[in-house]
């Protein structure tokens, strides 16, 4: 097992093997990427030749090809054994061509083996018949396009090894008697003589073959033994051309994948393939969430709503189940998923927060607004975005405002270990934290790095703008924030609590109000101090006065009860009203 990375270089193989990419064995997995392989060995004997570029023999094999071009003059490009089962082989980004002109060979792709799966995405296929399958479950999608340009042949009989060359898009024959299930979800297919699809041999077939379309542009009217599957949402029109399609229904879709249309969001949520970009057609009033799960999708708003109804179903806001707590949103995006947002507006009606994230990624870019999550009794941290695990949060703009909670992270909970939050533009404004961190929490175990946007107006008990939490026994002086542009014109709280301590870099941008417990004195802040003026190029600990920095006493009373150093170049001030205590064997020093 392992991966080839061709680093943008061509490959060409001049020798006189049958294949070129060859993963051995069984029990592996060979991934090819990003670059190109060319087979430069002619064809010696039409009848019989199985030369090819890439060949998988044996089973129990998968194959990734990802942004690679593969050609040949061959009886195929890539090609599975009839007797191999149990192969897993997946085409991405890729081009495939086959230059051979001989009418019987030429094949993009010959895929016969039984209890496999083949999937084609975003793939252009050319050859005298671009797919041809005998076997398992192929499902082709995204922008993948197939062109055939070989000499029709419609067989009076299928063959008993190999498989004829019809001239086709898509040729399957069912002799083989393995069960077939072809899906082809979008693209285009085009035969310049032949058909679009075609289907044969099926009858002989015990296992009933099936192929069924729900997306694409055919040269050529699928025949009766073809499924077309159209969702609610989409039309299937035949051309005066003869061409066929399946084309957006205006009327009724609400959103689309390519020239699929959907009816429903959940519909087009569930439709999509990896990678996929989904966009919204019409404003949408829900009753229900929308969940995606383990998928990466692109969400392109057109400038449209999704807004929480009036009869939106509530979870248990009384529930202190997890599963409950963090899978409420209005959005919920888990289970590996990678989503990205733009140009939407994502309005919760204050029946649940807007979005929850759970192992799996967000990039919340321009034009999106994320609005009036939570409520002002919502019990349940982040009101705005409550993001638990993954990779990471990014983002690079929009607006996420008007979101409350009675918790923590009015606008944003960051509680992730596994990765970093970062804010490049965009704002974060308006939001309410009846606990800590009006604007965005950052978790004992997660840090923040900010290089542009603005935290602005928002309010909380502490932390109006950002709260950096350092409550973790398990991983102490773990989470910070670093900013390196934009702006932050609420409070920002280093936290120092039981002698854990969280940081905060400042190396460019705007601060205004850092506030830190220098102290703590049974669980409670005892002595909260405000940074005046905060000096690019220092960094800020929880529970200490930095170097060049102006500290003032909060309150009226305060208890100094650790050791505590005033650098050079550093003030801290007292107010007339504020009456302080120093515990015994604690010792001031001022440099």
Not at 270 to 284: E, H, P, Q, V, W
Not at 393 to 422: K, P
Not at 518 to 527: F, G, P, R, V
Not at 561 to 570: D, H, V, W, Y
Request: proline residues 3%; hydrophobic residues 35%.
């Amino acid at each position: 097992s392992g991966t080839i990375d061709l680093n943008e270089h061509n490959y060409i193989y001049s020798g006189t093997s049958l294949y070129v990419i060859y993963p051995s064995g069984q029990n592996q997995t060979l991934t090819v990427r990003n670059g190109s392989v060319k087979s430069l060995r002619k064809i010696t004997n039409p009848d019989s030749d199985t030369s090819c570029v890439a060949q998988i023999l044996n089973g129990n094999v998968a194959l990734n090809l990802d942004d690679v071009s593969l050609e040949g003059e061959n009886a195929y490009v890539v090609v599975t054994h009839g007797t191999a089962t149990n192969i897993d082989l997946n085409i991405t980004n890729s081009t495939i061509t086959n230059t051979n002109t001989n009418p019987g060979l030429g094949l993009g792709i010959y895929f016969p083996s039984a209890d496999s799966s083949l999937t084609i995405n975003n793939t252009t296929i050319t050859a005298n018949t671009g797919v041809g399958v005998k076997g398992g479950t192929v499902t082709i999608k995204g922008s993948t396009v197939i062109n055939a340009n070989g000499v029709e042949n419609i067989p009076e009989a299928a063959v008993n090894s190999g498989i004829n060359s019809t001239g086709d898009a898509i040729y399957v024959e069912g002799n083989y008697n393995f069960a077939i299930d072809v899906n082809i979800e979008g693209g285009t297919y085009t035969s310049a003589n032949g058909e679009a699809v075609r289907m044969l041999f099926e009858t002989e077939n015990a296992n009933d073959p099936t192929v069924t379309i729900t997306g694409g542009t055919f040269s050529s009217k699928p025949a009766d033994n073809i499924t077309v599957s159209v969702p609610n949402g989409s039309l299937a029109v035949e051309n005066p051309n003869g061409t066929f399609e399946i084309v957006v229904d205006d009327e009724t879709a609400v959103a689309k994948i390519g020239n699929t249309g959907y009816a429903d969001l959940q519909d087009a949520i569930d439709a999509a393939s990896d990678g996929s970009t989904i966009t919204l057609l019409k404003n949408i009033e829900t009753d229900t969430q929308f969940v995606i799960n383990g998928k990466a999708l692109d969400i392109d708003g057109g400038n449209f709503t999704i807004n929480a109804s009036d009869g939106y179903a509530k979870s248990d806001w009384t529930s202190s189940d997890n599963s409950v707590i963090d899978s409420d949103g209005l959005f919920y995006i888990n289970n590996g998923a990678d989503v990205s947002l733009q140009n939407i507006t994502l309005d919760a009606n204050n029946m649940a927060r807007v979005i929850a994230v759970n192992n799996s990624d967000l990039t919340v870019n321009n034009g999106t607004t994320i609005q009036n999550g939570g409520a002002a009794d919502y019990p349940f941290s982040g009101g705005g975005v409550y993001y638990k695990s993954g990779t990471g949060l990014v983002i690079n703009g929009g607006v996420i405002r008007n979101n409350q909670t009675t918790v923590y992270g009015g606008g944003v909970f960051y509680g992730n270990s596994g990765g970093g939050f970062t804010m490049t533009g965009g704002e974060i404004a308006g939001n309410t934290a009846a606990g800590y961190a009006g604007g965005v929490w950052i978790a004992s175990t997660a840090t923040m790095n900010m290089t542009g946007g603005t935290i602005s107006g928002n309010t909380a008990a502490a932390g109006d703008g950002v709260f950096i939490n350092a409550n973790s026994a398990s991983n102490p002086d773990n989470s910070g924030l670093t900013v390196d542009g934009g702006a932050i014109t609420d409070e920002v709280w280093i936290e120092n609590w039981e002698g854990q301590k969280t940081t905060l870099t400042y190396t460019s941008g705007s601060l205004s109000d850092i506030k830190t417990p220098l102290t703590i004195a049974d669980n409670d802040y005892s002595t909260i101090v405000s940074i005046d003026n905060p000096t690019i190029g220092s960094t800020y600990t929880g529970g200490e006065i930095a170097q060049n920095a102006n500290v003032t006493i909060v309150g009226t009373s305060a208890l100094i009860s650790e050791n505590l150093t005033i650098p050079a170049g550093s003030t801290l001030t007292i107010p007339e009203n504020v009456t302080v205590e120093v515990a015994d064997e604690v010792t001031l020093t001022n440099n």
